[in-house]
T-cell receptor
Framework: DGGITQSPKYLFRKEGQNVTLSCEQNLNHDAMYWYRQDPGQGLRLIYYSQIVNDFQKGDIAEGYSVSREKKESFPLTVTSAQKNPTAFYLC??????????FGPGTRLTVL | GENVEQHPSTLSVQEGDSAVIKCTYSDSASNYFPWYKQELGKGPQLIID?????GEKKDQRIAVTLNKTAKHFSLHITETQPEDSAVYFC????????????FGRGTQLTVWP
């Protein structure tokens, strides 16, 4: 069963803690993306990666970090430097024709 | 630059009526325009897309039109059903070779039975 999986579905974090969101795909896609979604603001790009061991900052990278050690995996770490991390986080992947496919999302809440 | 502008932000229609959502882009280099549907608590799903070498594309009740001169593209849903209720996002690529997409702010479509 091919697709993009994100875990966990819900995540709670105390202020000052780092937390890592998982994104895995078995679609053999080269490119992967992380978006943040807040009510009324659409999708904002945090980081993206076109190839293993390489990634670029998106529009709102501050307070976040990523790694791309494997083609299938693109984990996102929300650090304590992110001032307002409560949001819905979406991972996506794509092939060369730019069609992006999204995972089910992780809802992060800071307590 | 500005992300693609999407209107309206909310749209309510009666079941069976048509719904139209319009997006305007600014970069003449844009040549890929997808539309996504997002149901509550889920990730967006691609419903239709169009590339700049065509003016219209249709898939059953859904169609997208592209006007490159005016730099706008529209999603048309005919014979709407309650299950069409969702948030719809448009996007463009600004001619990016890096695979990036730039999204509109979304339209909340409600179809009343």
């Amino acid at each position: 069963d091919g697709g993009i999986t994100q875990s966990p579905k819900y995540l709670f974090r105390k202020e000052g803690q780092n937390v890592t969101l998982s994104c895995e795909q078995n679609l053999n896609h080269d490119a992967m993306y992380w978006y943040r979604q807040d009510p009324g603001q659409g999708l904002r790009l945090i980081y993206y990666s076109q190839i293993v061991n390489d990634f670029q900052k998106g529009d709102i990278a501050e307070g976040y970090s990523v790694s791309r050690e494997k083609k299938e995996s693109f984990p996102l770490t929300v650090t304590s430097a992110q001032k307002n991390p409560t949001a819905f986080y979406l991972c996506a992947s794509s092939i060369a024709d730019r069609t992006q496919f999204f995972g089910p999302g992780t809802r992060l809440t800071v307590l | 630059g500005e992300n693609v502008e999407q209107h309206p932000s909310t749209l309510s229609v009666q079941e069976g009526d048509s719904a139209v959502i319009k997006c305007t882009y600014s970069d003449s280099a844009s040549n890929y325009f997808p539309w996504y549907k997002q149901e509550l608590g889920k990730g967006p799903q691609l419903i239709i897309d169009i590339r700049s070498n065509v003016g219209e594309k249709k898939d059953q009740r859904i169609a997208v039109t592209l006007n490159k001169t005016a730099k706008h593209f529209s999603l048309h849903i005919t014979e709407t059903q309650p299950e069409d209720s969702a948030v719809y996002f448009c996007a463009d690529d600004r001619g990016s070779t890096l695979g990036r997409l730039y999204f509109g702010r979304g339209t909340q479509l409600t179809v009343w039975p």
